[in-house]
Nanobody, 121 residues
């Protein structure tokens, strides 16, 4: 079965940094794109960053210049480097693998378990 395993969340002070990682495993032929979402307390889930299989990255306006997404295609792993963290970045962060090809005809969407990021003021 295809799984996403996340790590790197935790508690930091305002201005600090964290690096999240997410590794996909299982019977994977290819992954079109990998994404990071977040869900602040009491709010809906939102897309933070996305990176395609050929390296094109996109970011939410709220994190541009502070967050960097990258991926290692050989390891099917995506990273999110978060710098200059603010209290409003506090949320549960979710890794997502978009259009995971598991056979010649089947594509699936897979989510990680979520990891808590808390930024203290």
């Amino acid at each position: 079965q295809v799984q996403l395993v996340e790590s790197g969340g935790g508690l930091v002070q305002t201005g600090g940094s964290l690096r999240l990682s997410c590794a996909a495993s299982g019977s994977i032929i290819s992954i079109n794109a990998m994404n990071w979402y977040r869900q602040p307390p009491g709010n809906q889930r939102e897309l933070v960053a996305r990176i395609t299989n050929f390296g094109t990255a996109n970011y939410a306006d709220s994190v541009k210049g502070r967050f960097t997404i990258s991926r290692d295609n050989a390891k099917n792993t995506v990273y999110l480097q978060m710098n200059s963290l603010k209290p409003e970045d506090t949320a549960v962060y979710y890794c997502n693998a978009d259009s995971v090809r598991v056979s010649s005809y089947r594509w699936i969407n897979v989510w990680g378990q979520g990891t808590q990021v808390t930024v203290s003021s």
